[in-house]
T-cell receptor, first 114, second 116 residues
């Protein structure tokens, strides 16, 4: 077990729904990340938080809204999604977010947008 | 310039054979090159990583070969086993100086199947 948990593991939502993905890390790390993994595409970094401050927003549409209340928890709030947003959403954490810090991934949330 | 190109997309190897996956990059600022292994239903997990100051790093059956001048690096899996069947991702990151963060740029992934 990696020490990074994600809930729910599976989510099906309509385009008008609002839902949230939750990530929790038990590793004492200070950096947390959201990635999107689509079939046959590289993992795409979405957001980075370092010490609860957002340090990267990789041109993500505003229908994805991250929240990092503390260094252990990370949320991704979803609203008015599109079918092309269906993917595996992965959360990761690392010690301090520097290049070379090992990133520990959670198992992901499989999102299906109808 | 931020891309990392990975090949092949899929690879089938017999048990005991050598699996080789290649990656190429353009950004000369990259200073960290990890390989991640992902099993179905799991998130990626770090397998092995290298810095550009060395040309090779070996951990058990896994070896990274790094060619700085060619801007290429590869993963070699010796004595491949059925349990190695997974998706492998290369990645790269650069220390962004005053705004350092571990922004990993991933390759597209290689699905490795090792037949018994």
């Amino acid at each position: 077990e990696t020490g990074v948990t994600q809930t729910p593991r599976h989510l099906v939502m309509g385009m008008t729904n609002k839902k949230s993905l939750k990530c929790e890390q038990h590793l004492g790390h200070n950096a947390m990340y959201w990635y999107k993994q689509s079939a046959k595409k590289p993992l795409e970094l979405m957001f980075v938080y370092n010490f609860k401050e957002q340090t990267e927003n990789n041109s993500v549409p505003s229908r994805f809204s991250p929240e990092c209340p503390n260094s252990s928890h990370l949320f991704l709030h979803l609203h008015t999604l599109q079918p092309e947003d269906s993917a595996l959403y992965l959360c990761a954490s690392s010690t301090q977010g520097f290049s070379g810090d090992e990133q520990f991934f959670g198992p992901g949330t499989r999102l299906t947008v109808l | 310039q931020q891309q990392v190109k990975q090949s092949p997309q899929s690879l089938i190897v017999q048990k005991g054979g050598i699996s080789i996956i290649n990656c190429a990059y353009e950004n000369t600022a990259f200073d960290y090159f990890p390989w991640y292994q992902q099993f179905p239903g799991k998130g990626p997990a770090l397998l092995i990583a290298i810095r550009p100051d060395v040309s090779e790093k070996k951990e058990g059956r896994f070896t990274i070969s790094f060619n700085k001048s060619a801007k290429q690096f590869s993963l070699h899996i010796m004595d491949s086993q059925p349990g190695d069947s997974a998706t492998y991702f290369c990645a790269a990151s650069a220390d962004a100086g005053g705004t350092s963060y571990g922004k990993l740029t991933f390759g597209q992934g290689t699905i490795l199947t090792v037949h018994p």
